[in-house]
């Protein structure tokens, strides 16, 4: 099949873009469908860490060619700083990295709005990455909004006028107490869609349909998590876009038929990072070891991740609402020394025991049901073959594939590109 999908099943974070820089030599294509900078994806090879937030993560790779797609929001200014964090590899970006005319920009104001908007819920508040991602695609949605297509157009100044304008209001609506120097900030912003203009624009369903007529593989990335998905997620602790499998479907302008494999990526536990329920979350030392130990500090804003249990009733919700073909697991590595592993397998809801995700889960409706495994000792970080793993990993990842019903195909036991187990 012409378009595989990968995709975060919990609440983003689950290492994809390690994944995809390991599967990119399979694929002539790597295509972002949706989010923006407010993913931050790591890469880990050859000693050097690299963090990606808008362009896709088989840059690296000489040969596929990098898509961000419509779907995508684009803040020229970080999407600058990501480039200048590129130079020193010397690609050729005119031809590797073709950015979609339909791409949604994030304005300053954008950002703005965002941080006002945090300001005035509260205890309430999302807890966004203030990237000015909610902002962008409500204008999207709202039919207002700037995309990549319209800087080649002779009036965009006058546009983003006229939307800035707009935006100035709303933040005085707010009324809320962020300080900001707008001169400042155009003066960089219009400074970044310079060199945003000096990139390959493409309508990028018509170049990503011609490859799949010229039999191309691609690979779509997700950003985020299913849990955070707009419809999906946890509502209203989500992001703005469809994280899942569908969301590549309209952020590429791919038709469902078009659709092979599901690559579903999880965590061996559960971490999430800004407010919202997480019904599996710890607040012991337990949970204190696999932030230590995983090192769960967020990619794009350094915010310490929440952690918690592996939670199986989430995860098989995510699988049938992505339509998962094939499991990935990460950082199972940083559960050794565990003597033993609890997962969810059902949640207490309002006195019930249930066997669903429900609508509300949050606190006060939701206490996990756990089973408890066994745990292994071993340092997998070293290990490279699935004969080498310990029987308990293995019962482990046998739990988990009985429970949701879609097999393990991959287990990383580190953050390197090479520490990569096919299964
Ligand atoms: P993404 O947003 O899904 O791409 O994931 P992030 O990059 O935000 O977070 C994943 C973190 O876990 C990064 O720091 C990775 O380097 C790291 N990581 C990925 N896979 C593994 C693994 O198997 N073991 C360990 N210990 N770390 C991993
Ligand atoms: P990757 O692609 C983890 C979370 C934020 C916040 C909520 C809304 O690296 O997995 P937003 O800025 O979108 O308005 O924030 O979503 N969030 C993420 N959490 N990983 C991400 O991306 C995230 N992108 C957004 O922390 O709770
Ligand atoms: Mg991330």
């Known amino acids: 099949m012409a378009v595989n999908l990968l995709l975060g099943l919990q609440w983003g974070d689950e290492g994809k873009g390690k994944i995809v820089d ?60 990501e480039l200048d964090n590129l130079a020193k590899f010397n690609l050729d970006i005119k031809s590797k990295l073709l950015i979609s005319r339909k791409a949604h920009l994030i304005l300053p104001t954008h950002r703005l709005l965002d941080a006002a908007s945090e300001a005035s819920k509260g205890k309430a508040k999302i807890g966004s990455t203030l990237k000015g991602i909610g902002p962008t695609y409500m ?12 800087l080649e157009l002779e009036d965009w100044k006058e546009r983003y006028q ?58 779509a990335e997700g950003a985020q998590g299913s849990l955070l998905d707009i419809d999906f ?9 469809n994280t899942t499998a569908a969301g590549a479907c309209t952020g590429l302008g791919i038709a469902p038929n078009k659709i092979g494999d599901v690559f579903g990526i999880f965590k061996a536990y559960t971490t999430r990072v800004g407010s919202g329920p997480f019904p599996t979350e710890l607040f012991d030392e337990d949970g204190a070891t696999m932030s230590k130990v995983g090192m769960e500090f967020g990619a794009t804003t350094g915010r310490p991740r929440r952690c918690g249990w592996l939670d199986l009733i989430a995860l098989k919700y995510a699988v049938e609402v992505n339509g998962v073909t094939q499991l990935m697991m990460m950082k199972g590595d940083v559960l050794s020394g565990f003597k033993t592993l609890k997962v969810c397998t059902s949640y207490n809801y309002k006195g019930t025991e249930v066997h669903h995700f429900p609508y509300n889960v949050e606190e006060h409706n939701v206490t996990p049901i756990y089973t408890e ?46 520490q990569t187990i096919l299964k």
Not at 43 to 71: C, E, M, Q, R, Y
Not at 166 to 175: A, G, Q, R, V
Not at 391 to 398: H, N, S, V
Request: no cysteine; net charge negative; aromatic share 10%.
């Open 139 to 150: 204008d999207k949605t709202g039919r207002n909004g700037m995309r990549v297509g319209d």
């Open 233 to 241: 997620g946890t509502y209203p602790f989500v992001t703005s876009s």
């Open 22 to 81: 390991v599967l990119t030599s399979n694929y002539d294509i790597i295509a972002r469908f949706q989010g923006g900078p407010n993913a931050g994806h790591t890469l880990i090879f050859d000693g050097h860490k690299h963090v990606l937030h808008t362009i896709p993560s088989g840059i690296f790779h000489k040969t596929a060619v990098n898509v961000v797609g419509n779907g995508v929001v684009i803040d020229p200014v970080i999407f600058q700083k």
């Open 373 to 418: 495994l066994k745990g292994w000792k071993q340092d997998l970080t070293g290990m490279t073959t699935i004969e080498e793993l310990p029987k308990e990993l293995l019962d482990y990842i046998k739990f988990i594939e009985d429970f949701v019903e879609v097999p393990v195909s991959i287990v990383s036991v580190g953050p390197d590109r090479k």
């Open 162 to 219: 006229a939307l800035t304008d707009k935006h100035l209001k709303m933040i005085d609506f707010y009324e809320a107490d962020i300080e900001f120097n707008l001169k400042e900030l155009e003066t960089t912003f219009f400074a970044a869609i310079e060199k945003l203009k000096e990139l390959t624009f493409i309508d990028s369903e018509e170049y990503l349909n011609s490859a799949i007529k010229n039999g191309k593989s691609i690979l």
